[in-house]
């Protein structure tokens, strides 16, 4: 790392180099990722009645999920750019630089799935139908076609968030790498 004595603008402008750039971009994909997963979500939950959580969400979650895959595809290729070793040993997943390289890929994947796989299968149905039927989704009395939308609800709820845990715990071990190894 180089050691600046004194700030001037060939200084400042150093600051835009690849690796900054990077950690500006891990940062920001760690920490939203995060807040996203263990606090936004839960504050809206405890704050915010159901129908207008379930809407917060519907919005949040593909801003969130698009953001997480380009961020991290970014990181991906930026990581590459600084490993110009990392594809011709591609095949090699115990060299450092390509298994963060799959960290940094499974990342993409897990939010990708979230974003295309999981996320449309979760549509709105079960606040059409509540509507239509005049009660409530946890009513004991509800149809059995609510409670098949239920069942599949909690399903889909589950795999989306192991999928983004996943990807939480990738960023995590990645952020702890880069920190004890660097770039």
């Not at 405890?46 to 917060?56: D, E, N, V, Y």
């Not at 110009?84 to 939010?111: F, H, K």
Request: glycine share 10%; net charge positive; proline share 4%.
């Amino acid at each position: 790392m180089a050691y600046v004595d004194t700030l001037s603008p060939a200084s400042l402008l150093g600051t835009l180099s690849p690796k900054g750039v990077y950690f500006l971009g891990y940062g920001w994909l760690y920490g939203m990722s995060v807040w996203v997963s263990f606090f936004g979500g839960i504050i809206a939950l405890r704050t915010l009645p159901r129908h207008q959580f379930g809407a917060l969400q519907h919005k949040v979650f593909p801003v969130y999920f698009t953001s997480s895959i380009m961020l991290s595809s970014a990181l991906l290729g930026l990581w590459a750019y600084a490993h110009p070793e990392l594809l011709a040993n591609i095949t090699s997943p115990t060299r450092a630089d390509v298994a963060q390289a799959y960290v940094l890929g499974s990342v993409i994947a897990l939010q990708a799935c979230n974003q295309l796989v999981v996320g449309p299968m979760t549509s709105r149905q079960r606040q059409k139908l509540e509507k239509e039927e005049g009660k409530n989704y946890s009513d004991l009395e509800v149809s059995d076609q609510m409670k098949a939308l239920n069942a599949k609800f909690r399903m889909l709820h589950g795999i989306s968030s192991l999928a983004n845990l996943g990807a939480v715990i990738a960023l995590t071990f990645h952020g702890l790498w880069i920190g004890s190894y660097g770039l």
